[in-house]
């Protein structure tokens, strides 16, 4: 397959995460992808997410050392900027190492990189959610253009805007062809729960909300609904981020900015009740209160520019992605379960769902 890539060495930091090994492997479907190098911490992620392919050569390690740095080849045409310090409880939980992996590193890369002779693009994923308005009452899509709030109720979510920031100001001051994609949601195969180091919360578990219902509706569990699953948001299914990101690197415009999203909303309540469909999951959900740091309510991204700039729209719809999603969790059952189990001190929940097979390593025939 050819996705437009000539002969090219890529970069792609984060790329043993949920997004960055759908990049890889997607990259790698692309017999003009010369080399690939990942360069991952393995701090939110695990390494069986990494490809196995001659051309991938993998650096462990954070790209804020300047050991990794100063190894990288010089001739590198694309880079995909996907590490982040993950996610929002991890940030409040301990807001330094959400500035050391999630706005250290962007500033370290785009400083390095300012000075690569043969870069065509550099791609940051940027984040939706650190601009949408936020409300309870009905949501109008998000642009591109829509204004930014000085007022922010995560560490995560100032660092997302301050990777945009670093990188505009390198466009501006040293030509790097920078471009911003700004992702919604995204869900899918390869996010792992626990993938990584204990970050302070359960949420070093439970991740995203996709990946925890799909998990717990498989146990029959009732999926916990914060504020009564009133919000909503703008789910785009992984493959199609790749796609997003790779129309980034290809067609994006230096400088400019791209949402990455389905532009559908959905809300939480609906998509439990789609998890629970597809699971066949009958035990009633769970509706709690609000959480205390989480105003955010409706949203949903608007996809004209990305349609009309870069060609680029979703291909697979919410039912598609979730089948998907549970089909490859109920393959991957047991590993998904031994990432959750390195936390098990400090979240002793997951060890209920260890079973005989389990400990004897068998995987599930379900
Ligand atoms: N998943 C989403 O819904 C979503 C939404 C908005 C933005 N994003 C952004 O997309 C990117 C990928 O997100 P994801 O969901 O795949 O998360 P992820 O946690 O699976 O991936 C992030 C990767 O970065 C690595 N990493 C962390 N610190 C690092 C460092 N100092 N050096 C090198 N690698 C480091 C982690 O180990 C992990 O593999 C992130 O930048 C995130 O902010 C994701």
Redesign the pocket.
Known sequence: MSLGFSNSTILV????????SNLCHFLLEDENVAALII???????DMCNLPDDPRVTFLH????DNRILSHLPRDIQYVF???????NQSSIADPFADH???TL?SLKLFDTLKDFPSLRKVVY?????AVAEKTFDEAKSTTEEAPVSLYHDSP?SIS?LIGELYGNYYFQHYGLPLVKAR?????GPR?ILG??RWRGTAHTVWR?VVPTFVWKSLHSEALPLDNGGNASRDFIFVEDMARGLIACALKGEPGEVYNLASGEETTIWDLAHMINELAGNKTPVDLLPPRDWDRSGKRFGSTEKAKEKLGFKTQISIPEGLEKTLLWTIREKEHILRTMRTHSYFVPEVDKYITDRSKRGEADDR
């Open positions: 930091v984060g790329g043993a995460g949920f997004v960055g360069v991952d911490n393995l701090l939110s992620s390690g954070s790209i804020t900027h996907l590490a982040c310090y993950h996610g050391e992996n999630n590193t994923a940027a984040a939706g959610c995560y997302k992702f919604q949601n995204v869900y996010e993938a990584g995203n």
